[in-house]
């Protein structure tokens, strides 16, 4: 088994539509044009999809309001490593 000397960063994001959407329409689901903007736009930053898992919350006791919990990964680069200042 080969040893990955990579390190990488996380990034934990709830993607959701906003809530006007929710309130006129009773409902709000994810728009899968913006969601593919969304994850383009990350992609081309350098961040590749870990996992992601759908959600539906109750809103105001009548509206639901689709969401997406988004765990991604990249590359860290070497100068983006913390230094410690042990003084």
Known sequence: MRMDNKKYEYKVV??????????????????????????????????EVVTMERESRRMLLFFNREAFLVIMKRVKKQDQTPKVNNA
């Open 14 to 47: 709830i993607y959701r539509e906003n809530l006007l959407g929710s309130l006129f329409l009773a409902g709000s689901k994810v728009d899968p044009l913006r969601f593919t903007e969304f994850l383009n736009k990350n992609g081309e930053q350098g961040w």
